[in-house]
């Protein structure tokens, strides 16, 4: 079984950097698409960012100029570096996964890590 485990959060002042990390575990052959969402308290989970396998990425206009995702297909990891940071940033981070495919030639879909919370506050 595949499992995703987020590392990184904390808490930061305004204006601070963070630095997110996602390492994959298992035995894995390729990982699809990879992504970071975010849920805040009382809000709904939402797309924070997104890279393809190829390094195409994709972010949400809140985030925009200040986060930056990569990955390193090597270590089966996906980072978001987060600068500029504002209190709504403040949330639970998740990394996901739309598809992952094993060593055994299983394929895993919908795969999320536990989550890593980010605070932003003075």
């Known amino acids: 079984q595949v499992q995703l485990v987020e590392s990184g959060g904390g808490l930061v002042q305004p204006g601070g950097s963070l630095t997110l990390s996602c390492a994959a575990s298992?035995?894995?052959?390729?990982?699809?698409?990879m992504a970071w969402y975010r849920q805040a308290p009382g809000k709904q989970r939402e797309l924070v960012a997104v890279i393809t396998s190829g390094g195409h990425t994709n972010y949400a206009d809140s985030v925009k100029g200040r986060f930056t995702i990569s990955r390193d297909n090597a270590k089966n990891a996906v980072y978001l570096q987060m600068n500029s940071l504002k209190p709504e940033d403040t949330a639970v981070y998740y990394c996901n996964s739309d598809r992952i495919l094993r060593s055994d030639y299983r394929r895993e879909y919908g795969v999320w890590g536990q989550g890593t919370q980010v605070t932003v506050s003075s």
């Open positions: 298992g035995s894995i052959a390729n990982i699809n698409v």
